[in-house]
């Protein structure tokens, strides 16, 4: 990170520079100035160069981040945006190891080398804004540098050969024995032999909670057996909050992209069945057709009574190109692409428009529909596409759970649960009904009880997604022969809420 004069001159530097036992790759060079003088001199090498170190973060097999900048704005992003295992060192430790790399003070000599190494290693361990521990199998700390002893409030004296668990929490064993949700991430290192990250909360004295970031680093003696333990700690109390914003909006955008795709597999089902609609009346209009054309045939000049025919059948030839005319405006309007929107939907309209939709895939399976809404609108706020698609898949569950001649059940009304009014829809069939072992996990993804190739497992997670973004609630109840029930309620926006 910055391309100026002491990038340039680290990289004249290194440019026939060879040391033994030492591998350096640099994989790019970034700066906002084009015309740096270091950025250039990359270029002329061979190496990429950037405007923006948001593509660094995002590259693959990197170790670390060299920040030359000396802006502190910039070093502290790059430590909070850095992904897991990353590295970032700024402009004064930089300065300090590229002097001693650039010394005499590497040479040839096998000791002197392990005695730099452990130097580096040293400063490294000491110099770092992180806060780190040397850990022994058994949790007692071996060495703990500034970061962390200021972290945790200790001196070295007072932290050194205690455990890392009662140095920071208090404890007399193990956190995980203390509280079972708070992983330990030395006991997986030890276990795997890996890196392990977990994140832990602790109440301090003040009564607010703190959240920390947690890395252990296995370190291994000739055989492969670990020995020691690093552990590295960040405080994330503050950009918590801003990662939990980001990660919900990565969590609307995926829902809306399953939503749509969702929406695509269904209209296959929905064409399908429309088609078989859509031919009926044509078949009709075919016929009134071939009589008016015969009649004419016959008499170029209609009688009466034939004119009073053909009045009919173009009435009826109307009424059925008005009918075809609903239910191709239908799929186009389910079709269409659009952004999310919240606004004020009435649950009993979107749900006669779904049944418009899937009517007649009812009537081709010779399924009775028993439909109860609420005689007054359900008012919530929504997005009107993903309330649709959500009911269309609970929907198409109980068709294709359901053999000919049973029973699909749709109800809306209001109820009242927790103080307010909830607007409730409820679909049921009598179908095959869902197993006690299965019905744990019908809201997991890509789980299915369908035969393979007939269902993604997508369609109820992705309802149970749509349900809580609405903060709405969801319930199935069901018995294996003996037909489902899903109960799906959204709160009633009260007028004072309409804005």
């Known amino acids: 990170m910055g391309g100026g004069q002491t990038c340039r001159s680290f990289l004249e530097a290194i440019r026939n520079l060879s040391i033994p036992n030492l591998k350096m790759e640099i994989r ?3 700066d906002v100035d084009p015309s740096a003088e270091g950025l250039r001199l990359a270029e002329e090498m061979g190496i990429p160069t950037v405007r923006d170190y948001a593509s660094i973060l995002a590259a693959a097999d990197l170790d670390g981040i060299v920040d030359l900048t000396r802006d502190p704005q910039i070093f502290l992003d790059l430590v909070r945006r850095r992904p897991q295992g990353l590295w970032v060192i700024d402009h004064d430790l930089f300065r300090f190891l590229k002097e001693r790399l650039l010394s005499g003070e590497i040479c040839q000599d096998a000791d002197r080398q392990v005695l730099l190494e452990r130097s580096m290693s040293d400063l490294l361990f000491h110099q770092t804004h992180e806060a780190i521990i040397l850990l022994d199998p058994d949790f007692t700390i071996l060495d703990a540098n500034q970061a962390y002893l200021r972290a945790v409030g200790r001196s070295l004296k007072e932290a050194v050969g205690k455990h890392c668990y009662e140095t920071i929490y208090g404890f007399n064993s193990p956190c995980s024995e203390w509280q079972p949700e708070m992983a330990c991430p030395m006991l997986e290192t030890m276990r795997t032999g890996e890196r392990a990250h977990v994140i832990h909360e602790r109440t301090g004295g003040d009564g607010r909670r703190a959240y920390a ?3 252990t680093y296995p370190v291994k003696d000739e055989e492969g057996k670990v020995v020691r333990v690093i552990e590295i700690r960040r405080d994330i109390t503050e950009e918590l909050p801003s990662r939990w914003e980001m990660r919900l909006e990565e969590l609307k955008t995926n829902l809306g992209k399953l939503v749509q795709e969702d929406r695509i597999l269904t209209l296959g089902k929905l064409s399908a069945s429309c088609a078989h609609e859509i031919n009926n009346p044509i078949q009709g209009m075919l016929t009134f057709g071939h009589l008016m054309r015969t009649i004419l045939e016959e008499n170029p000049l209609p009688e009466k009574t034939d004119l009073v025919q ?11 190109l008005e009918r075809c005319g609903r239910i191709v405006s239908g799929l186009l309007s389910f079709a269409r692409e659009s952004t999310m929107e919240r606004k004020e939907v009435d649950l009993n ?7 418009t939709l899937t009517k007649h895939h009812m009537q081709l399976q010779d399924l009775t529909l028993e439909l109860s809404l609420s005689e007054y609108p359900l008012i919530v706020r929504g997005d009107p596409n993903q309330l649709q698609q959500c009911f269309l898949n609970v929907i198409f569950n109980a068709i294709e759970a359901t053999p000919e001649g049973g029973a699909i059940t749709i109800r809306s009304s209001s109820v009242a649960f927790e103080g307010r009014e909830w607007a409730e829809v409820v679909i049921e069939d009598t179908g095959c009904g869902i197993g006690k072992d299965a019905l744990s996990k019908i809201f997991d993804p890509f789980f299915t009880t369908k035969p393979e190739g007939k269902g ?3 369609g109820l997670s992705i309802v149970f997604g749509v349900v809580k973004g609405h903060g709405g609630r969801i319930g199935v109840e069901s018995e294996k022969g003996r037909g489902t029930r899903v109960r799906l309620s959204f709160p009633v926006l009260y007028p004072e809420e309409g804005e």
């Not at 053909?310 to 059925?320: D, I, T």
């Not at 309209?349 to 049944?355: D, F, G, K, N, P």
């Open 213 to 215: 970031a947690l890395e």
């Open 349 to 355: 309209e979107t749900l006669q428009s779904v049944i």
């Open 456 to 458: 993604t497992g997508l």
């Open 310 to 320: 053909f009045k009919e059948y173009l009435g009826l030839m109307c009424s059925e």
């Open 28 to 30: 790019a060079v970034c």
